[in-house]
């Protein structure tokens, strides 16, 4: 059964995080550091570019955040892989949200840009992920999106045909 909220704070995403939100065995996010958002503003099954479903999230940026003193020293720099994590993640979550069940893998994905970066003096990452497919049958679990992230507002990824699926092993 498909979740009626269609938002989650940061406590929401750890109580996720902990299999607690959608019961063990079933999509999970992962617990920080890899934890890429703090805040998930809207969720459906049926709305976004394509009525197919969509996820809007943000990530709050700080310059203490782990990957800043290690990925570069001297230049620091997000990795975009982090970003990329970041939209599977909910890509998986919506799967979870709604209400199919297993857990969540991400198979690959079409096409990445990464258009510009994400430094220490950025204050914050926008995720939006418009769902083209979801497919729940007997034998398949699966969400394929596209995807994109804004750092304060300017275009930074655009990600094309990403598939997560949930599995029951």
């Known amino acids: 059964m498909t979740m009626t909220r269609t938002s989650f704070d940061k406590d929401d995403l ?3 995080a902990r299999g607690e939100l959608f019961g063990p065995g079933n999509a999970q996010l992962p617990e920080p550091p890899m934890l890429m958002m703090d ?3 809207e969720i459906s099954g049926d709305g976004g570019l394509h009525g197919k479903g969509h ?3 943000e ?3 700080n310059p203490d955040l782990w990957f800043f003193s290690c990925h570069f020293p001297g230049n620091p720099i997000m990795p975009g892989c982090l970003g990329l994590d970041g939209l599977w ?3 998986g979550f919506n799967l979870g949200w709604r209400g199919w069940t297993g857990r969540g893998y991400a198979l690959g994905v079409g096409e990445v840009k990464l258009t510009g970066m ?3 003096d950025r204050k914050m990452l926008r995720y939006y992920v ?3 497919k979801a497919v729940q049958t007997r034998r398949l679990t699966m969400g394929v999106a596209d995807g994109r992230v804004e750092a304060d507002g300017e275009v930074i990824y655009l990600v094309k045909d990403m598939k997560v699926a949930l599995s029951e092993s």
Do not use: G, S, W
Request: charged share 20%; aromatic share 10%.
């Open 59 to 61: 990530f709050d940026i």
């Open 89 to 91: 993640q909910l890509t």
């Open 118 to 120: 994400v430094r220490p």
């Open 14 to 16: 750890l109580a996720c």
């Open 55 to 57: 996820v809007v999230a």
């Open 130 to 132: 418009d769902f083209t």
């Open 39 to 41: 805040r998930i503003t």
